[in-house]
């Protein structure tokens, strides 16, 4: 996946699928998720089906980006 594949995709309102960073509304940080994007932006963050574990993980991850960002802050 390269940049140009992306732009395309806004470019061309594809509303393609994109394992990229955006905003988690639910944890208030940008995270890496599943994203589709189209010619408005974000379109959709597909739902992961994660197990339980896997969500504390993630979580976790989200947590820690947000401390780190409030360090350089």
């Known amino acids: 996946m390269t940049a140009l594949t992306i732009l395309k ?3 061309n ?3 393609r699928t ?3 960073s955006s905003l988690c509304q639910r944890l208030g940080v940008y995270i ?3 994203t589709t994007i189209g010619a408005t932006g974000v379109v ?3 739902t ?3 197990t339980n574990h896997e969500q504390e993980l993630f979580e ?3 947590q820690a980006i947000k401390h780190n960002f ?3 802050k």
């Open 70 to 72: 409030n360090q350089v």
């Open 18 to 20: 994109f394992p990229v």
């Open 48 to 50: 992961l089906d994660l």
């Open 9 to 11: 995709s806004v470019l």
């Open 60 to 62: 976790k991850s989200a």
């Open 13 to 15: 309102d594809e509303k």
């Open 32 to 34: 890496g998720q599943p």
């Open 44 to 46: 959709d963050q597909p």
